[in-house]
Nanobody
């Protein structure tokens, strides 16, 4: 059973930066592809970024490309989401999620779907003020 714990959320002004972390336990991170999703009040959960088990391939939703960077350190059992040039529209609860490593081989055909992921963290709030 995989356990995921997010941290690093907070309040930041528009144009600022935050780095989210997701700590993985229960399974080797080498067997997991990882994703970040977010959910704003009154909206559905949406894909933000994902990374394959090795970190060689990354995937981004169009609105965060060139602003957000997903990375991982398997030796530290941690996945990161570096968020720069934050906008008020980025305000949401951010969730970390894990999938079996093989799922990521399909992501070049289409961006990750929440149904690809079997385990989820409890989320961390990111609030961007104007």
């Amino acid at each position: 059973q995989v356990q995921l714990v997010e941290s690093g959320g907070g309040l930041v002004q528009a144009g600022g930066s935050l780095r989210l972390s997701c700590t993985i336990s229960g399974l080797s991170p080498n067997s997991l592809a990882m994703g970040w999703f977010r959910q704003a009040p009154g909206k559905e959960r949406e894909f933000v970024a994902a990374i394959d088990w090795s970190g060689s391939n990354t995937y981004y939703e169009d609105n965060v490309k060139n602003r957000f960077t997903v990375s991982r350190d398997n030796a530290e059992n941690t996945v990161y989401l570096q968020m720069n040039c934050l906008k008020t529209d980025d305000t949401a609860v951010y969730y970390c999620a894990s999938a079996g490593w093989a799922i990521a081989t399909m992501w070049h055909l289409g961006l990750p779907d929440p149904r690809d992921f079997g385990s989820w963290g409890h989320g961390t709030q990111v609030t961007v003020s104007a």
